[in-house]
């Protein structure tokens, strides 16, 4: 390949390596109050994105951190599945891309800090939340089945093998060791009593795991608490979700994400199993820092439920999480990925057997929904084949901002001019906005305003005449237009060395190498005052905006999605896949309405029944160039096959079926697509993307760069 000139920006000073101040040193003293991290004494916002290394193959490892971390993230989360390391009950396989101790190898030579999702169970879509399906043959101490997730001797004496067996891979790689494993959490949504979490702990203490601190998830409300301090708990909000029972349009209560509050806990998240109705604010919620573990980075697609995600979706909740007073944004997912092969899919075994790995319906247990056998791409800000994708970039300028102004943002308090209008699913009666400030009503004090005028699927109109007064600033000088659409973060009373910003209606994203850069909002005037001189109308430019001690640069919001990136453009080689129909489908299959009340994905035998089509590609298009597969088809389920053996699946929702095409054995030129018609009625919900129209298609195949 010809390495050619990156035509995306041409202004040079954007071209600079990420410097350490996303780093925080392996080993350093690591404490928390009531607001932050501490990491030597310093407060930090950390960035945390989850990848769930058992969904990578290994040798792909290093370069999806390394995108993680160009992303902003500055720490990575990751479960350890124990049914995918323990399928056969006493055999565990550590090894390929289960190898735990060589994905957290990775991380410590890219400088990324890690949390361990230990379980024992998990969820995260996997097949029993995780949990082996040999343990549900197992007998209690009372001789009854054994109770999961429950304080039974029987159990914990499973727990603790599993724990030893975590510890033998990250021995030696904690945070006390030098190494990158900061924390970790404990189980996953459990509801019952602390006492059980706490049982966990003890466990994993005895052991040998010895971390700063030690996570839960904050949802939902425990029958009896965990002691304070034992476990930081962590929230989260989505902006839409799979699990909802309803197939219509912004159903359940996921709007709540895009207004600004102060309460942290969300009646969103797995709303099929959890019953929000009485949930009550923990009174020591307040002590804890506001931190999120499962912030949406986007949704997976179940098949009764066809989700489809937009960047602004993910940009606008992480800046309303910021602006509601969090100081640790932590997506789920950050990247995507694929659900490995099992022991039981080697062998051949039938679906009743446990043949994949994923969450559906027909399980004994955690059968809430129905998943996709592979593919586990999320809509994430990385792809399942580490494809960036829009919100990649959008949301790289917040995470710049909260590496570099984190210690100035994290002991303000969040402030909420908007306390007193109720909260309603698309009000577009006023503008939403919050501030946040070190000392309410100070005239001088530093504070950042947040504003939000998008909400998902709603028609948030422009907002006319809109100054804000906050900290004794009133801005812009004139009244302005905030447009449809339109989020960002002013900064005001804000001093960066000897220059002092009193106000700016463009987003503050980064303080390096003695400059300052600020982005542009689209459909906002730019009117800056720096050291009390203003300047309006700004437009960016190649040049400073204006240099007192430190030059300040304005950027477009394009600009600053590429920040101090070091991507390179290549020259493109066009590929072409043909396809060939060579069966046409056969009777439509009955759609069944599961034990969750939810429409049942197919099985293996009903794609018997598939329209089947045959593409050819050109071996060195995967394997010299790392391509990707892009099938734009319409139908209800589409499977792709090599040699035989499923790699790829997809619940149709109007975007393209992916496949990375470097990830084929070697030699492989030919490929199988079977496609399950639409049908007429069924009890799933479709995006306005989709085009639902009975029957199916191929309607174009592209192969296409991957944007590495």
Not at 6 to 13: C, D, H, K, V, Y
Not at 180 to 195: L, T, V
Not at 449 to 473: D, I, M, P, S
Request: aromatic share 12%.
């Amino acid at each position: 390949m010809r390495l050619i000139q990156n035509t995306i920006l041409t202004i040079s000073f954007l071209f600079i390596s990420l410097t350490a101040s996303a780093q925080y040193p392996f080993g350093s003293k690591v404490t928390w109050d009531k607001h932050s991290l501490f990491i030597d004494n310093k407060r930090v916002c950390p960035v945390m994105g989850e990848v769930h290394y058992s969904r990578i193959p290994e040798n792909e490892w290093e370069a999806e951190v390394r995108k993680m971390k160009e992303g902003g993230v500055t720490i990575i989360a990751t479960y350890v599945f124990w049914n995918h390391v323990e399928e056969q009950e006493g055999v565990f396989d550590w090894s390929g891309q289960r190898n735990l101790r060589r994905f957290i190898e990775v991380c410590k030579a890219e400088g990324m800090p890690v949390v361990l999702r230990v379980g024992p169970f998990c969820h995260g879509e996997v097949r029993l939340g995780g949990i082996p399906d040999w343990m549900f043959t197992k007998k209690g101490s009372d001789g009854k089945a054994l109770r999961m997730r429950s304080e039974d001797p029987v159990f914990l004496s499973f727990v603790e093998r599993l724990y030893r067996q975590i510890f033998t891979q990250i021995q030696g790689l904690q945070w006390k060791d030098g190494g990158p494993i900061m924390a970790c959490q404990f189980d996953n949504e459990y509801r019952g009593r602390g006492s059980y979490l706490m049982a966990l702990k003890r466990i994993a203490l005895g052991i040998g795991y010895d971390l700063p601190f030690y996570t839960r998830t904050g949802w939902p409300e425990l029958a009896t608490p965990v002691p304070f301090g034992e476990m930081i708990p962590l929230y989260g909000d989505y902006a839409d979700g799979f699990w909802e029972r309803s197939i219509e349009e912004t159903a359940g209560s996921y709007w709540k994400a895009f207004h600004f509050k102060g309460q942290r806990t969300t009646d969103a998240i797995a709303s099929e199993q959890i019953d929000y109705s009485n949930t009550k604010a923990n009174a020591d919620e307040q002590q804890y820092p506001y931190f999120t573990c499962e912030l949406g980075g986007g949704m997976m697609t179940s098949y009764h439920r066809r989700v489809y995600l937009y960047p602004e979706d993910a940009y606008s909740m992480a800046l309303v999480k910021l602006g509601s007073g969090s100081n640790l944004l932590g997506y789920y997912m950050y990247h995507g990925g694929t659900n490995p092969v099992s022991w039981a899919e080697r062998l051949g075994k039938s679906e009743a057997e446990g043949k994949y790995l994923n969450e559906m319906q027909r399980t004994v247990a955690t059968n809430y929904n129905d998943l996709p056998v592979k593919t586990y791409d999320f809509q994430a800000p990385l792809g399942e084949f580490g494809q960036r994708n829009p919100h990649f970039y959008s949301l790289r300028p917040l995470h710049l901002f909260m590496q570099d102004f984190g210690d100035l943002l994290a002991p303000m308090e969040a402030i909420f001019p908007c306390a007193d209008k109720e909260q309603k699913k698309g009000d577009n009666s006023y503008l939403r906005w919050s501030y946040r400030a070190n000392r309410q009503g100070d005239d001088s004090c530093p504070a950042f305003v947040f504003l939000n005028n998008y909400e998902r699927l709603q028609h948030l109109t422009a907002k006319k005449n809109v100054q804000f007064n906050v900290c004794g600033v009133k801005f812009p000088q004139k009244a302005i237009t905030i447009p449809a659409g339109a989020m960002a973060i002013f900064p005001v009373n804000i001093d960066i060395d000897d220059t002092h910003i009193d106000y700016a209606t463009a987003q503050l994203v980064a303080y390096r190498d003695g400059n300052i850069y600020l982005m542009q909002i689209p459909g906002i005037p730019t009117e800056i005052s720096v050291n009390g001189k203003v300047m309006k109308n700004l437009k960016p430019n190649a040049k400073p905006i204006a240099k007192a001690k430190h030059a300040i640069y304005l950027l477009t919001p394009e600009q600053a999605g590429l920040l101090f990136s070091e991507q390179t453009a290549y020259e493109d080689i066009a590929f072409k896949a043909s396809f060939t129909k060579v069966k046409e489908s056969g009777a439509p299959r009955t759609i069944t309405i599961g034990v969750n009340k939810a429409a049942e994905e197919p099985t293996d035998a009903d794609f018997e029944q598939a329209a089947v089509y045959r593409i050819e590609v050109p071996e060195e298009a995967g394997q010299k160039f790392h391509r990707l597969l892009s099938i734009d088809y319409r139908g209800d389920v589409a499977r792709l096959y090599a040699n035989g053996q499923l790699i790829q699946d997809n619940f149709y929702n109007g975007r393209p079926l992916l496949f990375g095409l470097w990830r084929l054995p070697a030699g492989t030129t030919q490929l199988e697509l079977r496609i399950l018609p639409l049908q007429k009625d069924m009890p799933v919900y479709f995006p306005r993307e989709a085009d639902t129209t009975p029957g199916e298609t191929i309607n174009k195949i592209n192969i296409v760069k991957i944007n590495n």
